[in-house]
């Protein structure tokens, strides 16, 4: 499974697949998913709103975890 992450800018897309932060990313969601969880890094404009809202509540409890909520 993937989890897809939105940054404005592409220097955060940049900072979160650093080899380094996206190995650790990946562990620690993987680790609070209790299953494989990778991530990929879009940029999306602040006014835009997500292409996509899950009704999983695997998603959205993972987000609970982080402190997030899904949106949309």
Known sequence: STLTLGVQYSFHQDKLLDIQCKQKLDGHLTAAAGMPLGITVIIQASTEKP????????VQDLAAAFGGQVVG
Do not use: E, G, I, Y
């Not at 292409?51 to 695997?58: A, H, I, L, P, R």
């Open 51 to 58: 292409s996509f809202v899950s009704s999983d509540t695997d």
